[in-house]
């Protein structure tokens, strides 16, 4: 583990405290877990967002009609 120093307005650390409390974690335990998600997240809709823009015109049209074919099956 490394150790980062973070600064954070008064409010955003007084919800971190409550909600580390209510799921009987300390501060630094509960913030460790909602970095982690959140790069995690983060990283995930980045890849999203760079296949998204790699999309030509007609592989966004044979998406689409996958999606539309797949919709249909669901009924």
Do not use: H, W
Request: net charge positive; no cysteine.
């Amino acid at each position: 583990m490394e150790r980062i120093n973070l600064n954070v307005p008064g409010d955003v650390r007084k919800r971190l405290r409550t909600m580390a409390k209510r799921a009987g974690r300390t501060e630094g335990e509960y913030a460790r877990t909602l970095l982690v998600s959140a790069l995690t997240r983060e990283e995930r809709e980045e890849t999203y967002r760079q296949f998204a823009e790699s999309y030509t015109p007609e592989m966004r049209a044979r998406t689409l009609a996958m999606l539309k074919a797949f919709e249909q099956l669901d009924g």
